[in-house]
């Protein structure tokens, strides 16, 4: 689909009065500067470990409800499955899924950044702990690589966090994951957050400028973030192939 701003041309003229010092000078569109984005952002997922072609393996197509464990606990995580597709269709505010290991978030979660990725979005998704290794990889890098990863974390048009909490918790690592959630948290950008932690009790390991911000709304009917409980234990080992 050709671009309605640049007609395909991916650069636009400023309207700027003759005088001013972008005047005549051509610069990258929307269109462009989004796709440079996406680019970044796959890049990113890659030396994180998640490509795209793996991302799409994560699906709400492949996630069964009906392997949930206890049986009690199928129809409320076939609920679940829904809030989350209705989320991937237009991803707005935070959504936090919290439970335990093998409870189902994880898949969820990145069922929701496929289906933003197939919908041309700029996503990032990894766990928290390869995001600060990729962050790390680019620290001592002199060209500015670590800047562009870690713009490229903070400013994609969708970030998925997955496994916060299970992150080595430094100084560093601790600041960079707090600068992260607090640019998206002041400027309302969409966030996907999947954690073992009981976020509802302090001094769980994480920094709590960050636990308060995840929980902004919380406790409301409309709030900014919305904190999903999953009730499911390990269905791993009831999972299907196919």
Partial sequence: MVCEICKGAGYVYLDVPLGHPQYGRAVPCRCRREEITRRRAARLREQA?????EMALWSFDTFDASACQPPAVRPSMERIKRLCQAYAANPQGWLLLQGAYGSGKTHLAYAIASKALADGRAVFAATAPDMLDVLRAG?????????RRFATMRDAELLVIDDLGTE????????KLYQIVNWRYSRRLP???TTNVDLGRPGRGLDERMRSRL????RTENGYCRLIPLPAHDFRPYKREG
């Fill in 168 to 175: 080595s918790a430094t100084p560093w690592a601790t600041e």
């Fill in 139 to 147: 620290y001592n890098d002199t060209s500015g690589e670590f800047d």
């Fill in 49 to 53: 470990g998640i490509a795209d072609a």
């Fill in 215 to 218: 929980l902004e709304g919380t």
């Fill in 191 to 193: 966030m996907v957050v």
